[in-house]
Each structure stands twice: as C-alpha cells, then as structure tokens.
C-alpha cells in the first residue's frame, strides 16, 4: 500500500473565556490546531496532530509513493528533517493510524498491547489562589480521578507549598499529587531566567512534606547535575517532554537525571523511537509516562503507545474546568475522550486511533 498524498487542515477554537496557562504568560483567546492527513492508495486515511507543521511543504516528496508499512524508513527520514527543520512527528502518528486502520487493529496493539486503560491524572494548567485550587481538587476527586497535576508559577513557590496544603486539606489522600514547575524551556519572547538549584531543592523538599508523587521540569534539562542532586529527596523528578531528539532523552536517561522520563511521542522523538525511550527507562527501574499537552489527537497518540508499552502508573489527561475542558481539548475529533468514575482513561478500540476527525471544524473535507 502506497502513500498517495499529506495534506494539512488548519482550523482555530476561539477561546471565551480565555485559557492562562502557567507555562505561557500570554493569556490564550484561540486554539489554533492542524490536522495531518496521509492519504494511500489502499483506501485508509490516517490522521494525526501536534506540531503546526508550518515549513512542512516541500519535504512531502520524501513519503509520497512510498510503502505506508516502512515505518523504519518513514521515521529515519523524519529525523532527517526534524535537524533542519519543525517536530513533524504528526506525520508518524498519522501513518501509525493508517497502518492500523489497515491491518485492522488499534496502534496500542502494534505497539505491544500491554494494557487498553491507563489511570488518568487530571493535569491543570491555570494558576489558582489555593481555595480555588482546593475546591477544583475536590471537583476532580468526586470525578472519579485518583491524581491530579497544579502548576506553580516560578515567581511564587510559596503559594505552590500554601496550594498543596489546601489541597492536602480539602482531599486527604485521596488523590496522588504532581507539581509541573515548567522551568525547562520556554514559549518565544519568555526570557525569564529558569530557577536554580537552590530554590528548586527547598520547593521538592517542601513538596515532600505533603507526599508529592513528582515534582516536574524544576530545572532547564541542561542542568543534568541539578536534576540528579534532586533526586532520592522522597520526591520522584520529571521531565523531558519537549525534548527535539532520541538522544537527547536517552542522555537524561542514561545519567539517571529523572525518575519519569515524559517525551512526548508527537512533539519529542516520535511514536515508533518512544519503544526504544520506555525499554530504556523501564531497563534503569525508570518510569516512561509521556506529556500529552496538544490537542485530543496528540493525547490518543500518546495513549495508544502508552498502553501498549505498558508499565505508566498514570496517564497525563489535561483537564481544568472552567477555561480547559474536553471539548476544547478533543474539538478536532468528532468525540472527547472522558474519563469514568472509576479513573481510567480506556484506550479506543480502533482501527488506528479510534476516533475521527470532527469535519465541521474545517473548510474542506476528505471524501
Ligand atoms: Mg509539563
């Protein structure tokens, strides 16, 4: 089966209310997402997103008239531009999603099949003052979720450790708690200096006192020596989500720089090289449990390898009601995916994904 075109879909969610995310310090009034489409000569349609894909065009004659099932060859070539160019990784999981629409089963299969559900951690991204966040807490506890991510702007720890407590208060064990410092890269124009070592240590000590599950990015990942003098506190140190190549994780891993190793498998080194990250991970006593911050076909793509693999105690679900719901999240696909009372976020069945694009979203649509 050949691949016969890519084509890109470019649609924007207009945001009223606005979403704040801690990790950018413009407020966000649209949502823009692209859709990739990898079209064969067999009949399926793949479809994936992540990436913007903008400087794409022109690198499209690398994978048209080629066999949709060299994934090897497909991967080695995404490499080759990933060094000139964007995180075009959107493209593999829009193959992965074919090949399984193919071969008539789900990506999570092709991967491995370890598991079809993951315990979802509901992922926060807004900075609340600690009632609000506290009330949020319960609100995700009464969901049905067993953990929960806040995130702690760089210019007060103190409200972070205050947050904790709230939390701690409105909740009690119910709920595992992450912390996302956001401290290893930035959006463009953020020129903030990172923390150090020194701040970064009194804030995973203090997370420790409330029985934090992980402390994530404290530090730039550069900082190998400060992430490492950060382990072993009684708090488990993340990262590693943005990272652009295999190489670079498999540096952190191989100095044992975190214990949660979160490249995310459509923005970091792709789906098929995220095998190779997690047996690496798992072969050091290391978990491997990506980011899925994109949009919903970006969360499924990491779903499906996630589940696959196995061996990720949690999988990353963003969600903070009000400003981040499922339907902003998931508005690409024709369905949100939705966690039970029970905390498990189930892997569709497939073919592919499992799900399909939302087409009243787009101008054109695939016949
Ligand atoms: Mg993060």
Known sequence: MKITGIRFERTTLELDPPFCPNWDPVPRKKFNATLTIIETDGGVVGYGAGDDMGGFDGYEKYFIGKDLFDIQEHVR????????????????????????KAQKTSVAQLFG???TSIPAYASTGA?????????SARLIR?????????????????LGIQTLGAIRDAVGNDLELMVDLNQAWRMPGDTRRPLDLVDAMRFVDAAADHGVYWVEEPLPMEDIDGLKRLRGRGVRIAGGEMMRTEHEILNLIENDALDVIQADVVLAAGLEKSRVIAALAHSRNHMFTPHTWSNGYGLVANLHVTAGIGGAPFIEFPYDPPTWDVDRRDFLMEKPLTVGKDGLLH????????VEPNWKFFKSSVA
């Open 77 to 100: 070539c995404l490499e080759t531009i990933t060094f000139h160019a964007g995180r075009y990784w959107p493209i593999e999981a829009a193959i992965w999603d074919a090949i399984g």
């Open 113 to 115: 099949g370890a598991t």
């Open 127 to 135: 900075v609340m003052n600690p009632i609000e966040r506290a009330a």
């Open 142 to 158: 009464d969901a049905g979720f067993k953990a929960m991510k806040i995130r702690v702007p760089q210019s007060d720890l103190a």
């Open 347 to 354: 892997v569709p069945a497939g073919p592919g994904f499992g």
